[in-house]
């Protein structure tokens, strides 16, 4: 995922270590197994990706798609 992109998705990082970066600050920040990230896409259509995504493992993710949020909300 590069900063920029269209964000459609949330990510859970089943295992695995991702290195968050973006072009301003470079590093920001580490993410690894049980974590979390781009949930506010759920929220709000037509985000773009703040920041790239790395991987510096083997990384294994469940991915959770806007659309999929949405049916799932619906039915609730």
Do not use: K, P, W
Not at 18 to 35: A, E, H, K
């Amino acid at each position: 995922m590069a900063e920029g992109e269209s964000a459609t998705s949330m990510f859970f990082i089943l295992r695995g270590e991702l290195y968050i970066s973006n072009r301003v600050m470079c590093f920001m920040r580490q993410f690894s197994d049980g974590m979390h990230f781009g949930e506010s896409c759920l929220l709000h259509e037509g985000l773009r990706r703040a920041a790239t995504v790395r991987a510096v493992s083997n990384v294994q993710l469940y991915i959770l798609e806007r659309e999929q949020y949405l049916q799932v909300c619906l039915v609730l």
